[in-house]
């Protein structure tokens, strides 16, 4: 197991393997977004309360979904940063930090683009709007503190350490902030009980979710491959790959 | 373990400086008196109004001087040296920390609270939700040093650190805010404010047990460069 983690973790094995794994996802992500798009904005019926406002949930809802995971995911990247020192962990942190923020802010903006016809408000002091937006700013503490520390190693760490004590706040903000105040519609999607959605609505959404998991994938990718060659650019798998591109 | 004369050297020596260096200890008192004066004189003198929003004033006047004072929390002891020292010593770093945190506390948050009760009467407060007010403070006051020293130690690294800090802090002092301000505006209007100040409770011995540790961690990164 962890001889085959180290393998996995080398940048030459990792920049090799993302370059052939990349085309496959776009191809998955162009489907399922496809699918998606098509079963939400066309084929699902309107709902009875909302109209065809409520389709904007099948860009919300995933984006908020993602806008936690990615924070969930970072913090286990830290954890594995931390504990095994694997480098790898480091630079797929703070290259989801990005995608992560993306997320949130998409999540914000469409919620508010749907509120100011349902709520009549672009903006209410609602616990779950100020919870992502808190969320936001968690992401931008991460990339500040990476940006403002010199040596990458270094921030690295600090970084770290910064998304497992976030990690640790962020159920006691949320719930913080619901106890504060709350107009927010409850969950219609849940793991354990029955779905309050039709099936009709409801496929496009985890379709949807889906393809924004890959997209996430796809972005961690690119990123992290630009941030392999920032870090290490005289390296000597750099040089034996760019060798191999020009003899190609 | 730790044998108690060291203990105590430790004690005294961090109670020696900081009181060596008392005028550091003033300047958060200043502003927190100073960010209270300027919401009246913002706002307007209506009582009715003041009193509504005066236990948000405190909290928020106390949150911010105790942000103002973290980024020398460390400072020195980075700069001339005496870090990298505490971090090879042979003795445990967590507990060094406790101690320069519980010194902290003492000489720059508690005569901050000593001094709520001339504030809030000001602000037209009644005796028994300063009351409440009083163990607010005293229960969050500790978690808002840890989580920001967690803070204030990741950013040792930088030397302009002051923005980025209020950044990665002013987030997580959310929950001790709205916990805070809930229970006296619960005292204020009637209701008994047991609920919020057990939640200030828990999160005081949850930061307590759990901020130290990423405390050392970060301390040892920081020295490490």
Sequence with gaps: ?248 | MMQLSKLYLLVSSEFLTAFRNRHEALNPLLFFVLVCLLFPLGIGPSPVLLNTIAPGIIWCAALLAILMSLSNLFRTEYENGTLELMVLATHSLTVLVIIKLLAHWMLIVLPLILLTPFIASALGMSFDVQLTLLSTLLLGTPVLLLVGAVMATLTLVIPQNGMLLALLVLPLYVPVLIFGTSAVNATASGFSAAGPLYILATLCVLSLTLSPFAIVAALKTGVSQ
């Design chain 1, 1 to 248: 197991m962890m001889k085959w983690l180290h393998t996995m973790a080398s940048s030459a094995w990792f920049y090799r393997f993302s370059g052939r794994v990349i085309p496959w996802l776009m191809i998955l992500f162009i489907a399922l977004l496809l699918y998606g798009l098509y079963g939400g904005l066309v084929l699902a019926p309107a709902d009875y309360q909302q109209g065809d406002a409520f389709r904007i949930i099948y860009v919300h809802v995933p984006a908020a979904w993602m806008s936690l995971f990615i924070y969930v995911v970072m913090a286990v990247y830290g954890f594995i940063a931390l504990v095994w020192r694997i480098k790898l962990a480091e630079v797929l942190l703070i290259s989801s930090a990005p995608v992560g923020a993306a997320f949130t802010f998409l999540a914000l903006v469409t919620g508010s683009l749907w509120g100011k016809p349902m709520w009549g408000t672009w903006w209410s002091w609602d616990a779950r709007l100020t919870s992502e937006l808190l969320l936001l700013f968690l992401y931008f503490g991460v990339m500040g503190l990476y940006a403002a520390i010199e040596d990458k190693r270094t921030a690295s760490k600090a970084v770290s350490i910064l998304t497992l004590v976030g990690v640790v706040n962020i159920p006691i903000i949320h719930y913080s902030v619901t106890w504060w105040n709350t107009l927010h519609q409850g969950s219609t999607v849940s793991m354990t009980d029955k779905s309050s959605m039709h099936i009709d609505m409801l496929a496009p959404l985890l379709v949807m979710a889906l393809a924004f998991k890959v997209y996430y994938g796809i972005a961690l990718l690119l990123r992290t491959r630009t941030e392999l060659i920032e870090r290490e650019p005289n390296s000597k798998w750099l040089k034996a790959i760019i060798e191999e591109k020009i003899n190609d």
